[in-house]
């Protein structure tokens, strides 16, 4: 095959995500952000006539070893520890039993490409990519901070090899891909990655599920009794819906927004859930606090059709997909200044940044977006702007350019 041939032709590409289904609906088990991110891309490279593969690990006995979820399109389960959902920490302890059993899928199903989410599936796809001589690019969603740092700077290691893994991948992978210049950043300073093998390829939005309710940005809590705000995400410490709890139990008690609350917790976070629950009954807060549970895509969207103004409290986001997702619907965003989330809400353009943890800052920052109906109306309609230009189709476009690179590349040398 000729160069130019090479340039043109499909690939075959594998994401690799050990710990976690790229069909699992966010906000459940430990499905967030990244889930949505994996399988929005890998259903336009199919499209675009490309062989995907996605590959996790077995969490139910009766999971088939491989479903077509589409043309040019299969999700392989393999065999790594108990069919059944364990705890995030757990799956370090199958990585050389997941390892083996990609070798032994790609040695059958080959590929051009291996692409690793979040650092349990780069240690396990790093000898395998070795071995067949295609190149590793890693993904890591969140980067671990050290004990030493606040939590604001990023996740814990959940288990031990976490910190080491990931410098590891840094080190070792052909390239990085991260979804913001934040975590670029946090990869250059945090694991020492060069600078010139890492990639940054934002995301995209859905606009056939999340889009506004109306042509018209409608002033806050029209049509209804009261203004209504919504956090979503998995219910664990490093969201931080407590803090968004807390924030509206400090408005006053006459103009008090109700909130919304989409997710469920992962298997470590159910103290954290009831904590929530304990705080809503300690706050008087029973009217005003509804929690959904988990949803499907849709179930989400529409659920942010029917509010007004999104929270994101979150300690550390490399993004915060969700925020995206909120402006797609027409919904201005309330963030936590740390990470990606200062660049996925613009501040004081399509929502507001709080520099603090107060729950009376965060209250004050709230009341000023309700109170406001003409600063209102201005961060809902830059907000859904902004989204209308990001695309999944585009966001798989660069990420494609990223494997092209590599894998001709690979064929020069």
Same mark, same amino acid.
């Given at each position: ?149 606040? +939590?604001?700077?990023?996740? =814990?290691?959940?288990? !031990?090899g976490r910190l080491e893994g990931e410098a590891r991948l840094a /080190? %070792? $992978? &052909?390239?990085?891909?991260?979804i913001s210049d934040a975590e670029r950043e946090t990869a250059i ?95 008087? +807060?029973?009217?005003?606090? =509804?929690?959904?549970? !988990? ?9 942010? /059709? %029917? $509010? &007004? ?40 353009e399509t929502g507001l940044l709080v520099d603090t943890r107060e ?55």
């Amino acid at each position: 095959m000729t160069s130019d041939a090479a340039s043109v032709a499909p690939l075959g590409i594998a994401f690799v995500v050990l710990h976690t289904s790229p069909v699992d609906e966010p906000g459940t088990k430990d499905a967030g952000g990244m889930n949505v991110v994996v399988r929005a891309q890998a259903e336009v490279l199919a499209r675009a006539g490309h062989r995907v593969e996605l590959v996790t690990r077995r969490q139910r006995p009766d999971e088939p070893a491989v479903v077509e979820l589409a043309p040019n399109l299969r999700l392989h389960s393999l065999t790594a520890g108990p069919a059944r959902t364990i705890e995030k920490g757990e799956h370090e302890a199958l990585i050389d039993e997941f390892r083996d059993a990609l070798a032994a899928l790609l040695r059958d199903v080959p590929v051009d490409v291996i692409h690793g989410e979040h650092w349990f599936s780069g240690i396990a796809a790093l000898p395998v990519a070795r071995e067949l001589g295609v190149p590793l690019v890693q993904s890591f969603h969140s980067i671990a901070a050290d004990a030493s740092l606040p +939590l604001s700077a990023g996740e =814990r290691a959940e288990s !031990p090899g976490r910190l080491e893994g990931e410098a590891r991948l840094a /080190r %070792e $992978s &052909d390239a990085l891909v991260v979804i913001s210049d934040a975590e670029r950043e946090t990869a250059i300073e945090r694991l020492g990655a060069a600078p010139e093998r890492i990639f940054v390829v934002p995301p995209g939005v859905d606009q056939t599920v999340f889009y506004p309710a109306d042509a018209v940005v409608a002033a806050p809590g029209a049509g209804r009794d009261r203004p209504r705000l919504i956090v979503g995400g998995r219910l664990h410490p490093l969201k931080s819906i407590d803090l968004a709890i807390d924030a509206v139990a400090k408005l006053p008690e006459a103009s008090r927004p109700d909130l919304v609350v989409v997710g469920a917790p992962p298997p470590d976070s159910l103290d954290y859930e009831r904590s929530l629950h304990d705080a809503v009954a300690r706050h008087g +807060l029973d009217e005003r606090v =509804r929690f959904t549970g !988990p949803l499907s895509r849709a179930g989400f969207a529409g659920e942010m /059709r %029917e $509010s &007004d103004l999104l929270l994101m409290p979150s300690h550390s986001e490399t993004f915060g997909l969700v925020v995206l997702e909120a402006a797609a619907c027409g919904l201005p965003a309330i963030a936590y200044r740390s990470g990606g989330l200062a660049e996925s809400v613009r501040h004081n353009e399509t929502g507001l940044l709080v520099d603090t943890r107060e729950p009376a800052d965060w209250a004050a920052a709230i009341a000023r977006v309700l109170g406001d109906a003409g600063l209102y109306e201005r961060l809902a309609t830059t907000a859904l702007a902004h989204a209308r230009a990001m695309s999944w189709d585009a966001s798989a476009g660069q990420l494609l350019e990223v494997y092209r690179e590599l894998v001709n590349g690979a064929a020069r040398g």
